[in-house]
C-alpha cells in the first residue's frame, strides 16, 4: 500500500474495464491525482487481500467508482462502496459503459458523477478539478478546526473542558490580526462540479415599501436572504435584505428547499429531495458550484453551518421514526446523533451566536416546546412553558429568540429572551407570519406572511420584513407562486 503522506484516492472497478481503468489511472496521475489501486499495491489470492482492501479504503480520502455494467453486477465493488460509505468516504463516480439504468447502483443514483463515454479528456479535466477542491475543502476546514471552537463528541455527555476559555479570545485575537493587516480570508468549499443554471431572464423584485422609509436611516437592513421559491416546484432563491438582486439559486428536478446561509455568507447549505428521501447539499455562491454532503437515504432537514463554520447541524428522520438531532463535520463526514427522545420529534436546530449551544423544537405535530442545550451537557432546558411552535426558530446576536406560533392561518411572530422572559408578539395581526429569522445585526425580522389570508390561499406566501418592534413593514416579494422558509445572513 502507497506510503506517501499525500492524500489518495481509491479506486473500484471491474476486472472487464482493466483496460480503461488504467488509461484513466494514467490521466489522473498526471493531472497530479494520487490513486490507489489494487493490483499495483497486493499480490492477488493472498489471504490478507481483503483486509488490505479495507485498510486502503480507511486512509483513502476518497473513493473513485468506475461504473460500467459490468461493476454494477461486481459484487466486489458493491462492497467497495458500501465499506467507503460506512467510513464516511467521498464516492466519485465515473461513467465508463453503458447508462444509469445499466451501470449505476441504486445508492449512487443521486450522486453527481462524470461522464467519460462521450468526453473523455474534458471529463477527466472535471474530475481532477473536483477531487482537487475536495482535498481543498478538508485542508482549509482541518486548519480551521485548529483555531475554531472544537465540538465535542455526543457519547460524552457532561464532559466539560477549558476550550471556551481559551478558544473564543484566541479566535478573536486571530481576526483581528487580519483585520489590521488588510486581509481578507475566504474558505473556497467546492466539491462535485454542477453549475447552476443562471435565471437572467428572471426580472429583479423590487421591494414593496409599505410604510415610509426613514431618510438617512444607517439601520436599513443589509446582508442576504436566502429562501424557498415556488417557482416551478420548490426551489431555493437569494436577494439582498432589502428586495434587491434578486436570483434563483437551483433549477432541478427535485424539490430544494430549507436553505441558509455560510456564516462568511459565500455559500448555502440546503437540502434536495422528493416526498421519500432527501440529502443535504452545499453551493458557493460565486459561481454555482455544489455538492452533495449527505448519503444517508433518509429524511434530512433544517441544515445550518456553525458560527465557527466547521460544523453542521441538521434533522433526521429514519423511516416512520421520530425525528432526531444530528450534527456532522462540514464536509459531510463525523455524522453522529445529538440528541433524541423516545416519542418526541427533535427538529428544527440553530446555533447560538457563538456555537456552544443549540436552540431547537421538541414535540409533536405543530404542539413543540422551544429547547436550548448546551453541546458539552446534552442536557436540554425548556426555554418557556407557555408557547406552542411549529418549529423553526432562529437566535439572534442581541440574545432574542425568534419564532412563530398561533392556530391554522392564524400565526404570528414572537420575541423572548433566551431565559423565556419578555414574551412578546411583534408581527400584525392577519398576515399568518411564520418562519422568522433575525437579521445578522439583530435589528430586522424576516417572514413569511399570506396576502390572502381570508381566502387561505396557499399560494400567497410571500417574504417580508420588519424591525425587531414590529414597525416599518415590507413586502419584499409579490409573486403568482408562494415564497417562504426566509433565513438571514450576511
Given amino acids: 500500500m502507497s506510503t506517501s503522506p499525500a492524500p489518495y ?151 466539560t473542558s477549558d476550550w471556551k476559555k481559551y478558544a473564543i479570545p484566541a479566535l478573536i485575537a486571530l481576526v483581528g490580526i487580519f483585520c489590521i493587516a488588510g486581509g481578507f480570508f475566504t474558505v473556497r468549499f467546492i466539491g462535485d462540479r454542477i453549475t447552476a443554471t443562471e435565471t437572467a431572464t428572471t426580472p429583479e423584485i423590487d421591494p414593496v415599501i409599505t410604510e415610509t422609509e426613514p431618510a438617512n436611516d444607517p439601520d436599513q437592513p443589509t446582508g442576504k436572504i436566502v429562501y424557498t421559491c415556488g417557482i416551478n416546484g420548490d426551489e431555493v432563491c437569494i436577494m439582498n435584505g432589502d428586495g434587491s438582486n434578486w436570483r434563483q439559486l437551483t433549477n432541478s428536478n427535485l424539490a430544494s428547499y430549507n436553505a441558509s446561509l455560510s456564516p462568511d455568507g459565500n455559500s448555502i447549505v440546503y437540502v434536495v429531495g422528493d416526498s421519500k ?77 457563538d456555537g456552544t449551544q443549540v436552540l431547537f423544537a421538541m ?52 420575541l423572548m429572551n433566551t431565559d423565556g422572559s419578555g414574551l412578546r408578539r411583534v408581527s400584525e395581526i392577519g398576515l399568518n407570519a411564520q418562519g422568522a429569522s433575525v437579521s445578522p445585526d439583530g435589528k430586522w425580522i424576516a417572514f413569511t406572511g399570506y396576502t390572502n389570508v381570508a381566502g387561505k390561499d396557499q399560494n400567497s406566501c410571500e417574504i417580508f420584513i420588519m424591525r425587531v418592534d414590529g414597525s416599518d413593514l415590507r413586502q419584499l416579494t409579490n409573486n403568482n407562486y408562494c415564497d417562504y422558509q426566509p433565513r438571514w445572513g450576511n
Fill in 363 to 414: 414535540g409533536k405535530d405543530d404542539k413543540n416546546k422551544l429547547y436550548i442545550m448546551d453541546i458539552n451537557e446534552l442536557n436540554p432546558k425548556v426555554v418557556n412553558d407557555t408557547i406552542e411552535t411549529r418549529g423553526r426558530s432562529d437566535w439572534s446576536v442581541n440574545n432574542l429568540i425568534s419564532f412563530d406560533q398561533g392556530g391554522p392561518f392564524a400565526h404570528d411572530v414572537y
Fill in 9 to 159: 484516492f481509491f479506486m473500484s472497478y471491474s476486472r472487464e474495464d482493466t483496460v480503461k481503468q488504467r488509461r484513466i489511472i494514467r490521466e489522473l496521475r498526471e493531472r497530479g491525482i494520487n490513486i490507489w489501486v489494487d493490483v499495483e499495491n497486493l499480490v492477488p489470492g493472498t489471504p490478507t487481500w481483503e483486509r488490505e482492501i479495507e485498510r486502503a479504503i480507511r486512509g483513502a480520502t476518497g473513493i473513485i467508482v468506475l461504473l460500467s455494467p459490468e461493476s454494477n453486477n461486481s459484487e466486489w465493488v458493491r462492497r467497495e462502496i458500501s465499506f467507503g460509505e460506512q467510513h464516511r468516504k467521498r464516492i466519485f463516480p465515473v461513467l465508463i459503459e453503458g447508462d444509469d439504468n445499466t451501470s449505476t447502483p441504486l445508492r449512487l443514483t443521486n450522486h453527481q458523477r462524470v461522464d467519460l463515454r462521450t468526453k473523455f479528456e474534458s471529463g477527466l479535466d472535471e474530475l481532477a478539478l473536483a477531487i482537487k477542491d475536495y482535498v481543498e475543502v478538508k485542508r482549509e476546514i482541518a486548519t480551521q478546526s485548529q483555531v475554531n471552537l472544537k465540538r465535542p463528541t455526543a457519547s460524552k455527555p457532561g464532559v
Fill in 277 to 353: 428521501t432527501s440529502e443535504i447539499y452545499e453551493m458557493q455562491l460565486s459561481d454555482g458550484r455544489n455538492w452533495q454532503l449527505t448519503f444517508l437515504g433518509k429524511a434530512l432537514g433544517s441544515p445550518e453551518i456553525s458560527p465557527s463554520g466547521t460544523d453542521i447541524i441538521f434533522h433526521y428522520r429514519s423511516g416512520n421514526s421520530a425525528v432526531s438531532l444530528w450534527i456532522m463535520s462540514r464536509d459531510g463526514t463525523a455524522q453522529e446523533e445529538l440528541f433524541s427522545k423516545s416519542g418526541m420529534d427533535v427538529h428544527d436546530g440553530t446555533w447560538s451566536p
